[in-house]
């Protein structure tokens, strides 16, 4: 497998978790989203991503030859399909909805709107402040995750992750999401459940070896 | 099944049309996102939904009693797995990860940008006046269903409808926001794809029933 991915972009960084959690070996091609012009949006990037995000991921190993996979969540399911063990999904279909539901507030509702180009598009056509930006940073960060506290809070399902005691596709979205957070200096003292599933995931291996600041392409 | 829904909300529109599509019968009871200072926000609606956003499906036949789902994508996939026929999903990993591509392309890159909460924002916070509102919504619109017109159209796996000939959740979420880019006036000339498959699928019962207009809730 190849993963092309940035050291702190957080959609990549869900997918690196899952890959390690599932103890599949991955090459990192490092795409860097600032650098000439932000190579996501290059063209021969983007002949595999027209989308120009990152990841991409692609397994050399199918029946039909090279595969070009594209969307975290969605690249999640299918390394969940083709390798099921340690699994990453519950047993029940109500079980698994409930784990891509949490997964599914924070790629939809939460990552999208600190996205990096969302950012660039409020300072250079919206001509947004430095302080107003990080305002916009923050109210979506902080409200989606005080929503997602209430939801974890309040279900029996939650242990020691959002569901049970090991980890889920759930967990590979929460960790990303909360290393942002902290890095923009989000409010994160009401989250006491959040703030303990993203410490005990902290202690796990395929985490640690996922972050940011352990990424090939990482920088100070 | 009772299907918490707005009529012109997108994600709403997304789980109708899967529930149509499987024959599934359920009744909408409306949250109107507009009115009594939106009721998506009710104390009432949030010990359903902590998000406070709409869709939110109660299913009462479950082996435990109800069960409240919430996130338009992990509803479709637990339809998806409670009641497989017709599949909207197909049979391999591969294309599996192609057609939830596509979804998750307009759930996570191009809706949440243009959602009501966002479009609020930028008025009411940022001051950003009419013109320039639509402008955002237009960009992320139409640079995301470009990109998604890319993706398919050199897809061989394309067909009458987003993959193959019968309909999957891809189309289950490209309609809606075709609706949504008609309806604020996005330039789609440029994507004849996108709008041959959009075509197609109002053909279908299913998708003319889940429309805006034919809900109980509508407004002219």
Same mark, same amino acid.
């Given at each position: 497998?190849?993963?092309?991915?940035?050291f702190? =972009?957080s %959609?990549?960084?869900?997918?690196?978790?899952?890959?390690?959690?599932? +103890?599949? =070996?991955?090459?990192?091609?490092?795409?860097?989203?600032?650098?000439?012009?932000?190579?996501?949006?290059?063209?021969?990037?983007?002949?595999?991503?027209? !989308?120009?995000?990152?990841?991409?991921?692609?397994d050399?190993?199918?029946?039909?030859?090279?595969?070009?996979?594209?969307? =975290?969540?969605a690249?999640?399911?299918?390394?969940?399909?083709?390798?099921?063990t340690?699994?990453?999904?519950?047993?029940?279909?109500?079980?698994?909805?409930?784990?891509? +539901?949490? %997964?599914?507030?924070?790629?939809? @509702?939460?990552?999208?709107?600190?996205?990096?180009?969302?950012?660039?598009?409020?300072?250079?056509?919206?001509?947004? @402040?430095?302080?107003?930006?990080?305002?916009?940073?923050?109210?979506?960060?902080?409200?989606?995750?005080?929503?997602?506290?209430?939801?974890l809070?309040?279900?029996?399902?939650?242990g020691?992750?959002?569901?049970? @005691?090991?980890?889920?596709?759930? @967990?590979?979205?929460?960790?990303?999401?909360?290393?942002?957070?902290?890095?923009?200096?989000?409010?994160?003292?009401?989250?006491?459940?959040?703030?303990?599933?993203?410490?005990?995931?902290?202690?796990? !291996?395929?985490?640690?070896?996922?972050?940011?600041?352990?990424?090939?392409?990482?920088e100070?």
């Amino acid at each position: 497998m190849k993963l092309y991915s940035y050291f702190r =972009s957080s %959609a990549s960084y869900r997918v690196r978790i899952a890959l390690n959690l599932k +103890g599949m =070996s991955y090459d990192i091609v490092p795409v860097h989203l600032l650098k000439h012009g932000g190579e996501q949006l290059s063209q021969m990037y983007r002949t595999l991503n027209s !989308d120009g995000l990152v990841p991409t991921l692609i397994d050399n190993e199918t029946a039909d030859g090279q595969a070009v996979l594209t969307q =975290s969540l969605a690249i999640l399911e299918y390394l969940e399909e083709v390798n099921p063990t340690p699994a990453l999904l519950p047993a029940t279909a109500l079980d698994r909805a409930f784990v891509r +539901g949490i %997964a599914l507030s924070i790629a939809c @509702d939460i990552h999208p709107l600190n996205n990096l180009r969302v950012l660039r598009y409020l300072v250079h056509e919206l001509k947004v @402040d430095e302080s107003a930006k990080n305002a916009w940073y923050r109210h979506w960060c902080e409200s989606g995750l005080a929503a997602l506290e209430i939801t974890l809070a309040r279900d029996s399902r939650t242990g020691k992750f959002c569901f049970g @005691d090991t980890p889920t596709l759930a @967990d590979c979205c929460l960790v990303p999401q909360i290393f942002n957070a902290q890095r923009l200096k989000c409010n994160l003292t009401e989250m006491p459940t959040l703030m303990r599933i993203y410490q005990n995931c902290q202690e796990l !291996d395929a985490f640690i070896q996922a972050a940011p600041q352990n990424q090939p392409d990482a920088e100070a």
